[in-house]
Structure formats: structure tokens, C-alpha cells
């Protein structure tokens, strides 16, 4: 158990819609990074948060939008959903900034129906 | 922009033997990181070693070893002892330093140990 944690852990929608991810980073650390695995695009980091501030950004679509509470978890909020959203959907947190040592939860699992 | 190759999409390797997974990467940046990380069936991706550009010497991680090759953009795993709980997907990964930390991962290749 890498004390990060993610919900839901699976989630089905339609066309469309739009939903939001919820990652509670590990006790202390200040950073958040999102990582979508789907099969067409493989493994790919959107966004990084640190202390509730954007400090990296991705391949994330414009559709797709993330934020950091002052309570250091985060979201990520999907909208205008398209079948090709299907993926696993991870969240990471490491303590600093740099990223070297980041500890992965066990992610979402998005179908887009 | 950053590009992370994969070229063995599946490998096996007999229970206690020695296995090599490949990976090689393009950039012009020099300060940078390089990763293996492990995703079991569980899907938890694991980190399994990493390597900073700027040092020479090959990091080791029990019975995971890398061979850092800078100059050859060529950054191998090797897995010694292998055993059951080795048997997963393992991705390649390269991070830049500096302004903004931004990830790249290979396609993967997928490891089976055989008993």
C-alpha cells in the first residue's frame, strides 16, 4: 500500500458527461501528479501539482482540468467525455517538487460508454 | 521533444535466471532522470530504480541493476535472481529537470518469470 489513495475505483459514464477524480496524496507530501494508461495512448502524465499551485503540465486536453485543495488532495475533472477517455487514470505524490520518488495509488479505472 | 523506446514488447525468463529488458531514449536535454517502473498485475505501478543523468556509475536496487549508457541514449534493466513477483509490465521512463517536470514513458514490455 503506497498510502496514496484514489476514488472512485471505477467509474462508468456515457458520451458526454463529465466526472471528477478524487487522489489523496501520502501523509506530508506536498505534491500531486495525474498519469493517464489507456491502450491507444499508453502511460501519460497531464499534470503536476505542488501545495496547490500547477507546477508541470502534460498532455492534458482542454476538456480535462485538475485543481489541488488547501487539504493537499486533489481533483480531476473530465468533461465532454469521448470514448476514447477510456483509461486508468493514476494519481502520484511525492513530498518536493522534484518527482524522483513518486508513490503511484491504484488509480481509477474511467469507461466511457 | 523527449521520445522513450521500447523495443521488446514481451520477454520470459526461467525462475533464477537473468533477464534484460531495453529501453533507449532521445533528448537534447543533459540534466535529466531515468526510471523503470513495474506495474503488476494489480496495476500499482511500482518504482523499481532510477538513474540520474549526471552520475556514471550504474544504480543498483537488490537484484535490479541498470546499464546507463549517456552517450548510446540507452538505459537497459537488468534482473537478476528473477522470481514469480517479477512477472509484470515494466515501463521505461525519462523525466526532465528544470522548469516543470515533464514525464515520457515508453510503450512497455511485458515480463513473464517461469517456474
Known amino acids: 500500500d503506497s498510502g496514496v489513495t484514489q476514488t472512485p475505483k471505477h467509474l462508468i459514464t456515457a458520451t458526454g458527461q463529465r466526472v471528477t477524480l478524487r487522489c489523496s496524496p501520502r501523509?506530508?507530501?506536498?505534491?500531486v501528479y495525474w498519469y493517464q494508461q489507456s491502450l491507444d495512448q499508453g502511460l501519460q502524465f497531464l499534470i503536476q501539482?505542488?501545495?496547490?499551485?500547477?507546477?508541470a503540465k502534460g498532455n492534458i486536453l482542454e476538456r480535462f482540468s485538475a485543481q489541488q485543495f488547501p487539504d493537499l488532495h486533489s481533483e480531476l475533472n473530465l468533461s465532454s467525455l469521448e470514448l476514447g477517455d477510456s483509461a486508468l487514470y493514476f494519481c502520484?505524490?511525492?513530498?518536493?517538487?522534484?518527482?524522483?520518488?513518486?508513490?503511484f495509488g491504484p488509480g481509477t479505472r474511467l469507461t466511457v460508454t | 521533444a523527449q521520445t522513450v523506446t521500447q523495443s521488446q514488447p514481451e520477454m520470459s525468463v526461467q525462475e533464477a535466471e537473468t533477464v534484460t529488458l531495453s529501453c533507449t531514449y532521445d533528448?537534447?536535454?543533459?540534466?535529466?532522470?531515468l526510471f523503470w517502473y513495474k506495474q503488476p498485475p494489480s496495476r500499482q505501478m511500482i518504482l523499481v530504480i532510477r538513474?540520474?543523468?549526471?552520475?556514471?556509475q550504474n544504480a543498483t536496487e537488490n537484484r535490479f541493476s541498470v546499464n546507463f549508457q549517456k552517450a548510446a541514449k540507452s538505459f537497459s534493466l537488468k534482473i537478476s535472481d528473477s522470481q514469480l513477483g517479477d512477472t509484470a509490465m515494466y515501463f521505461c521512463?525519462?523525466?526532465?529537470?528544470?522548469?516543470?517536470?515533464?514525464?515520457?514513458f515508453g510503450t512497455g514490455t511485458s515480463l513473464t518469470v517461469i517456474p
Open positions: 502520484a505524490s511525492s513530498l518536493g517538487t522534484s518527482g524522483i520518488e513518486q508513490y
Open positions: 501523509s506530508g507530501d506536498l505534491s
Open positions: 501539482y505542488y501545495n496547490g499551485e500547477e507546477r
Open positions: 533528448t537534447s536535454e543533459s540534466n535529466y532522470y
Open positions: 538513474q540520474e543523468a549526471y552520475k556514471q
Open positions: 521512463a525519462f523525466m526532465k529537470q528544470g522548469t516543470g517536470n515533464q514525464f515520457y
